[in-house]
């Protein structure tokens, strides 16, 4: 019987119980540096995540045969990508006009 290795866990290399378990003492506020509106003015706002799209992708909900989907899944990671590049290569069918 092959047993398997639980996944080691990442550590900060810290001793995180011990910083949670630390009470502040009024003693150690007096070596914080006091706040000017020159440090304010110095600091930088970062936002996290990806910049915005120009052309930003629609959510629609679309049903397609499972078979379809399956093809398309088994040639591998990205194919969502890949399927909406075919679908923006295809002529647009005209709609039918009502008389």
Do not use: C, F
């Not at 810290?14 to 003693?27: E, F, G, M, W």
């Amino acid at each position: 019987m092959i047993v398997s290795k639980p996944a080691s866990r990442r550590t900060l290399g810290s001793n995180l119980a011990r910083v949670d378990a630390h009470v502040i003492k009024p003693a150690e506020y007096k070596e914080l540096p006091e706040l000017t509106d020159e440090m304010l003015a110095r600091a930088v706002v970062k936002r996290g995540g990806r910049p915005r799209s120009a052309n930003p992708r629609q959510l629609i909900s679309l049903r397609l045969p499972a078979e379809v989907i399956a093809r398309w899944r088994a040639t591998g990671p990205g194919w969502q990508t890949r399927m909406a590049e075919r679908l923006a290569r295809s002529p647009v069918p005209r709609a039918k006009s009502e008389t």
